[in-house]
């Protein structure tokens, strides 16, 4: 493998994507945020009625669905759906449409085109394990439930100011366990993955960290 490809895993609100966004563009390389992606097409199925335990379903339209990611926009269908995919409702169901093979192998092979031939940082929950397992460095990132959690609260509040901070904390609980304990693909840290705790740092601690890693090991 010759272009640089660097994997960035992790439970939900660890800041995987603001550490790998900052990172991305320190490095002049393309940043995937493949959550985004799981999200896309979560938007999708909600705004359409689907029953989202009908997955035969799911399927039918998963076939009529376009999803890419390109300068730091995810694309649903050809439209930009940045905003759109970071609502509680969509957070709260993502993790059971993500737990779908088909969805999964959809959307891995089009997260295994885009870091073909070029530099990238990608990050998600099986991306070291699973979608890129040659990358030239692997990260986990995590903190402590209740520091993720506050996290996610800050960032909702702005928008419902109903929401409390213990149903938050609370939701990203059940997306961690459905997402680690999923039988496709679950959420782990590999064996080479280098963990970086984000609980008691700031964006900028943990952006030096992993810059002083990739610059020590590439
Ligand atoms: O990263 P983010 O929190 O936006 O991810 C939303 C959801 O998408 C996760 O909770 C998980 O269910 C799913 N996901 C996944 N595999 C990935 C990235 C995200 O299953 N590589």
Not at 25 to 44: H, P, V
Not at 130 to 154: C, M, Q, S, W
Not at 162 to 186: A, F, H
């Amino acid at each position: 493998m010759s272009n640089l490809v660097i994997a960035v895993d992790g439970p939900a609100g660890a800041g995987k994507s603001t550490i790998a966004k900052l990172i991305a563009s320190k490095l002049n390389i393309i940043y995937i945020d493949t959550g985004a992606m799981y999200r896309a097409l979560t938007y999708k199925l909600i705004n359409e009625n689907i029953d989202l335990k009908d997955i035969s379903k799911i399927i039918d339209v998963l076939k009529d669905t376009e999803i890419d990611f390109k300068n730091n926009h995810i694309y649903l269908d050809g439209k930009i759906v940045d905003d759109k995919i970071r609502t509680n409702d969509i957070s709260n169901n993502v993790s059971i449409v993500a737990r779908i093979k088909e969805v999964r192998e959809k959307l891995v092979n089009i997260q295994r085109k885009i870091s073909k031939n070029n530099d990238v940082i990608m990050d998600g929950r099986d991306i070291a394990s699973h979608v890129l397992p040659d990358a030239n460095l692997k990260f986990y990132i995590n903190a402590t439930p209740k520091e993720r959690g506050k996290r996610r609260y800050e960032e909702i509040i702005k928008r419902d100011p109903s929401v409390s901070l213990s149903d938050i904390i609370q939701e990203v609980k059940v997306r961690d366990e459905i997402d680690s304990t999923r039988e496709i693909s679950p959420l782990i840290k590999t064996k080479d993955a280098i963990e970086i705790d984000t609980t008691d740092k700031s964006i900028e601690e943990v952006v030096q960290v992993l810059l002083d890693y990739i610059k020590d090991n590439i």
